[in-house]
């Protein structure tokens, strides 16, 4: 693994001791190496006990995924590899960027801007332009 934590943003960071492995088969295909092997990695992460993220943060987390939680814990699983090793990774990855993804700041509020006034007319002018060429076209004189 990638040290004893996983970096979330900034100085925060997941700690070891706090993430559940779990191992198992992955399903599908695999050759002779199949029923033999525990693929499969689930990592869990109880995100209601956490002491490791900043309340402010926590709190966030838990509002954005609360349709993800199972009593406060969140779960990720990975089988793309045939590793092990490799799919603990990807799931500790994973994980770091969906906790990464919850606890971002709010986007800034979109401040409405004026629309120039020569941008107005011209689009205005454009309208009637683009009516007068409309009504050229009922076909009252065309007989």
Sequence with gaps: MSGPSHVIRGS???PEAELMWRFS????P??????????QVELRFDL???EALPPVWKERA??????????????????EHRSQWRNRETAAVRLTALLAEATA?????????????????RR??????RAETKR????RDWT
Excluded: F, W, Y
């Design 12 to 14: 925060v960071s997941l």
């Design 25 to 28: 088969r992955s399903s599908g």
């Design 30 to 39: 695999g050759g002779q190496h199949v029923n033999t092997s525990d693929s």
């Design 48 to 50: 209601a006990k956490t």
């Design 62 to 79: 838990l509002e954005r995924l609360e349709n993800r939680l199972v009593n406060g814990v969140i779960t990720v699983r990975s089988s």
């Design 105 to 121: 700041p709010p986007p800034r509020a979109r401040r409405k801007g004026k629309i120039p006034r020569g941008l107005n007319e």
């Design 124 to 129: 205005l002018r454009e309208k009637k332009q």
């Design 136 to 139: 050229g076209r009922t076909g």
